[in-house]
């Protein structure tokens, strides 16, 4: 069978010449690493495409139906997509909506046989990062997809850098952690140490102690930096719309589900997911967590099937004592021993006396600098003032 691309080398212009040239040079061990998924319903064409791909050295895996193309973005990650906007059943634009919802940082290119002015607005306006009109020859794929690497592989080293910054100043510019106390600078020291890995760490502490400051820096400090942190306080909500938060519901799952929504482990899918007052949740969401814990797999409310495979850091929090908090049955000790890989207990304020001058006086800049209302020079506080705190 003829290759479509080579004649379509015939039946289209050329690029220009500046085109024509790679200008970009992705090095080989980029493109191996680099996820390319082509969906089209044409066989020909996407083996086609499969083919000169491959030959470049990229990570090829094809779909040749909208059904299971659909089901392949919300489940793994790709760093470029390359999709027919027409297809029998499901369209491209449906496709390309849910690979950004799951993964958003995801590069999509659509292509179609019947280019027109609306449908490449509409599909630029849906995400689509570029608009490949058939027939297209093969120098015009490579160049394309050549660029859309070279994206991919500069907002990678942008990554590497913002994490690598943060790794050498010791926190993110928003996170302070103010003290000199011999118990908190062990427990900062401890959350310095666990944040470059991925191991689920649960913070235990009075009140007010800074279990959510101290999850925040080891989010910012992580290789997970760039993705969201997404918090959730488990006694916030009764149960069933906590679990419609974090799990996400179908369609008619009950009364006001008038759409499919995606959950908060959705939502923090390559990122990190802080369960605040964990011990508050009910065991039967307790369960239905250690589920997703141990097999990374999200079943909404509503569904009886797998809807999404997600790679989710958790940090739990509790104003309890965990163990008292198993012994007695309000948490589970299996979920809270796959979540306590890491423990980290916060001292309360009453255990680091020597702390509250600093404390004090970082709050009175931080307010004076965004308030500015008392003149150019920042107040202090007085001895006297630090003596009765």
């Not at 995400?127 to 070279?150: C, E, M, N």
């Not at 000199?180 to 666990?194: N, Q």
């Not at 974090?246 to 369960?275: S, W, Y």
């Amino acid at each position: 069978m003829a290759n479509p691309l080579a004649q379509s080398d015939r039946q289209a212009p050329p690029p220009p010449d500046a085109m024509a040239r790679d200008p970009l040079s992705i090095p080989s061990e980029v493109k191996a690493s680099i996820r390319v998924l082509v969906v089209d319903d044409e066989r020909t064409l996407r083996e086609s495409c499969a083919s000169v791909l491959q030959m470049d050295g990229y990570n090829v895996t094809l779909v040749g139906r909208g059904e299971e193309a659909l089901d392949t973005v919300k489940r793994r990650k790709f760093d470029v997509i390359l999709v027919d906007l027409y297809m029998s059943q499901i369209s491209g634009l449906e496709i390309l909506q849910a690979a950004l919802a799951a993964y958003r940082d995801t590069i999509v290119v659509v292509m179609t046989g019947n280019p027109s002015v609306t449908s490449s607005i509409e599909a630029l306006r849906a995400g689509a990062w570029d608009y490949l009109p058939k027939p297209f020859s093969a120098t015009h794929l490579q160049v394309l997809i050549g660029r859309a690497s070279h994206a991919v592989m500069m907002s990678r080293e942008a990554q590497d850098l913002r994490v690598q910054l943060m790794r050498q100043h010791g926190h993110s510019d928003k996170i302070a952690l103010i003290g000199i106390s011999p118990l908190f600078r062990k427990a900062v020291e401890l959350a310095r140490k666990v944040s470059p890995t991925d191991a689920s760490v649960f913070i235990s502490g009075e009140s007010g102690t800074g279990k959510e400051v101290i999850a925040q820096f080891i989010h910012q400090n992580s290789r997970r930096a760039g993705r969201a942190l997404v918090p959730i306080n488990c006694a916030a909500l009764p149960e069933p719309l906590l679990e419609s938060e974090m799990f996400g519901h179908r369609k008619g799952a009950f009364t006001g589900a008038d759409r499919d929504k995606p959950g908060l482990l959705e939502t923090a899918n390559c990122g990190t997911l802080f369960l605040d007052e964990l011990t508050e949740m009910s065991m039967p969401l307790q369960a239905k967590l250690l589920r997703v814990i141990q097999d990374g797999v999200v079943r909404r409310v509503g569904s009886e099937q797998q809807d999404a495979v997600v790679d989710v850091r958790f940090i739990s929090a509790t104003n309890r004592e965990p163990q008292e908090a198993v012994d007695s049955g309000m948490l589970r000790g299996d979920l809270f021993y796959r979540l306590r890989v890491v423990p980290i207990k916060l001292p309360p304020l009453r255990k680091r006396l020597e702390d509250i001058p600093l404390l004090a006086n970082h709050f009175l800049t931080h307010y004076w600098q965004r308030h500015r209302q008392m003149g150019d020079r920042g107040p202090r506080l007085s001895e006297a003032s630090i003596g009765f705190l």
